[in-house]
């Protein structure tokens, strides 16, 4: 059974820091494309960022030069760094696994940039 688990979320004040961690169990998670998407309220979800196996990086535009992934295939868990945060990065941030047709979604965790 394939296992997403996000963890790290939570409410932090703008221009703050949070850094988010998934779990994966279930797949050989080294040969999965990790990816972290969002959904803020009332919008469609959208990639954040994704790391391939070969740890190529793809980073949303809004994000860049702000958070950072990362992966650790011994720990079989992808992490992502998100530092000078904004309003608007309130969302359900998602983590995702895809290998090929395979494609798994965690259940989320928020996080809300308010002071």
């Known amino acids: 059974q394939v296992q997403l688990v996000e963890s790290g979320g939570g409410l932090v004040q703008p221009g703050g820091s949070l850094r988010l961690s998934c779990a994966a169990s279930g797949i050989i998670f080294r040969f999965y494309t990790m990816g972290w998407y969002r959904q803020a309220p009332g919008k469609q979800r959208e990639l954040v960022v994704g790391?391939?196996?070969?740890?190529?990086?793809n980073y949303a535009d809004s994000v860049k030069g702000r958070f950072t992934i990362s992966r650790d295939n011994a720990k079989n868990t992808v992490y992502l760094q998100m530092n000078s945060l904004k309003p608007e990065d309130t969302a359900v941030y998602y983590c995702?696994?895809?290998?090929?047709?395979?494609?798994?979604w965690g259940k989320g965790t928020l996080v809300t940039v308010s002071s």
């Open positions: 790391i391939t196996s070969g740890r190529n990086t």
């Open positions: 995702n696994a895809q290998a090929g047709f395979r494609n798994y």
